[in-house]
């Protein structure tokens, strides 16, 4: 599969390395940075071949696909431009600011044929894929809780900056809900707290979810540091995956007697590379993102934001 990469940030970086050391079949044509000394760098420091000097002539090169790893505020407008050019577009998370968006982008990319995902590192990786299977093997039992916890204290613009999208929830939040949501599925009622910045972004929030026969509870921060664990409590046992759960090579499963089994789980480097293939094959879960982004919009309505750049 022949991409282009759009931006040249940490998270870039994370992607093409993954690509150089995992992924002989995708090839990196060209890249693309607003500011064309970034994008020269970039291109030297990885070996390619051609940069572009806009968004429009990345889109006119010989490329199956984009990834995406801009400014949230950009993503809407710059998947849609993508689809249009009948490219597939893999994009950093959130991939839209709200639930108008995803529907229109989904819409879209049917129409078009092409694959549209979302960036959700996590969901794709060996660990959370043997997480699952325990479950399902009910190994823990009935779920009746989950909570995930996600938090640094950062200063990062984009987490800061309402003309950014920023904020903690799209940011750091949407990690634990993709994994209660993939888990449990819609819930039956949704109350969302949070502390928001002078910018009008949210920094701490709190988001409880019930369902007909679990709860579960997500709390992230972008000013705080917290445990950045995910515990699911069944009723014959506790999965646990302690700090960082996104990122962790082990899970631990926990009995009421005292007892505590750790599943080591081996993954290629950053864990990239599963959602890269994940990307290439179609397996986009467009289903689980869909309802990612229904609830992410509820929950943000209930706290007050709203971003300059999104679709309403």
């Given at each position: 599969?022949?991409?282009?990469?759009?931006?040249?940030?940490?998270?870039?970086?994370?992607?093409?390395?993954?690509?150089?050391?995992?992924?002989?079949?995708?090839?990196?044509?060209?890249?693309?940075?607003?500011?064309?000394?970034?994008?020269?760098?970039?291109?030297?420091?990885?070996?390619?071949?051609?940069?572009?000097?806009?968004?429009?002539?990345?889109?006119?090169?010989?490329?199956?696909?984009?990834?995406?790893?801009?400014?949230?505020?950009?993503?809407?407008?710059?998947?849609?431009?993508?689809?249009?050019?009948?490219?597939?577009?893999?994009?950093?998370?959130?991939?839209?600011?709200?639930?108008?968006?995803?529907?229109?982008?989904?819409?879209?990319?049917?129409?078009?044929?092409?694959?549209?995902?979302?960036?959700?590192?996590?969901?794709?990786?060996?660990?959370?894929?043997?997480?699952?299977?325990?479950?399902?093997?009910?190994?823990?039992?009935?779920?009746?809780?989950?909570?995930?916890?996600?938090?640094?204290?950062?200063?990062?613009?984009?987490?800061?900056?309402?003309?950014?999208?920023?904020?903690?929830?799209?940011?750091?939040?949407?990690?634990?809900?993709?994994?209660?949501?993939?888990?449990?599925?819609?819930?039956?009622?949704?109350?969302?707290?949070?502390?928001?910045?002078?910018?009008?972004?949210?920094?701490?929030?709190?988001?409880?979810?019930?369902?007909?026969?679990?709860l579960a509870h997500v709390m992230a921060s972008c000013v705080s540091q917290t445990q950045?664990?995910?515990?699911?409590?069944?009723?014959?046992?506790?999965?646990?995956?302690?700090?960082?759960?996104?990122?962790?090579?082990?899970?631990?499963?926990?009995?009421?007697?005292?007892?505590?089994?750790?599943?080591?789980?081996?993954?290629?480097?950053?864990?990239?590379?599963?959602?890269?293939?994940?990307?290439?094959?179609?397996?986009?879960?467009?289903?689980?993102?869909?309802?990612?982004?229904?609830?992410?919009?509820?929950?943000?309505?209930?706290?007050?934001?709203?971003?300059?750049?999104?679709?309403?």
């Amino acid at each position: 599969m022949r991409i282009a990469i759009i931006g040249t940030g940490f998270i870039a970086r994370e992607m093409i390395e993954a690509i150089q050391a995992y992924g002989e079949e995708f090839e990196v044509v060209t890249v693309y940075n607003r500011t064309l000394e970034k994008a020269e760098q970039f291109a030297k420091d990885y070996q390619i071949a051609h940069v572009s000097r806009s968004y429009e002539e990345a889109l006119t090169q010989a490329i199956d696909g984009v990834y995406l790893a801009v400014h949230s505020n950009d993503h809407y407008s710059m998947t849609k431009q993508a689809i249009q050019a009948g490219k597939h577009v893999l994009c950093e998370k959130p991939a839209v600011l709200n639930q108008r968006e995803f529907d229109e982008l989904a819409n879209l990319a049917r129409t078009e044929q092409v694959i549209w995902m979302d960036a959700m590192r996590f969901i794709h990786l060996p660990l959370w894929k043997e997480i699952k299977h325990s479950i399902h093997n009910e190994e823990i039992g009935e779920i009746v809780y989950v909570e995930g916890s996600l938090g640094r204290i950062s200063q990062r613009l984009y987490r800061h900056t309402r003309e950014l999208a920023g904020g903690v929830l799209y940011d750091l939040a949407i990690y634990p809900l993709y994994a209660i949501i993939d888990l449990l599925g819609k819930p039956v009622v949704i109350q969302s707290q949070g502390v928001l910045l002078e910018s009008g972004v949210d920094h701490t929030v709190s988001i409880q979810l019930q369902y007909r026969h679990a709860l579960a509870h997500v709390m992230a921060s972008c000013v705080s540091q917290t445990q950045t664990h995910l515990r699911i409590q069944g009723t014959k046992a506790t999965i646990f995956v302690p700090k960082e759960f996104t990122t962790s090579p082990f899970f631990e499963i926990l009995y009421p007697d005292g007892t505590k089994v750790q599943r080591e789980v081996e993954c290629l480097g950053s864990g990239m590379i599963y959602e890269l293939r994940s990307f290439a094959s179609g397996e986009t879960q467009q289903n689980l993102s869909k309802d990612v982004y229904e609830i992410l919009t509820l929950s943000r309505t209930q706290l007050g934001i709203h971003y300059p750049s999104e679709l309403v």
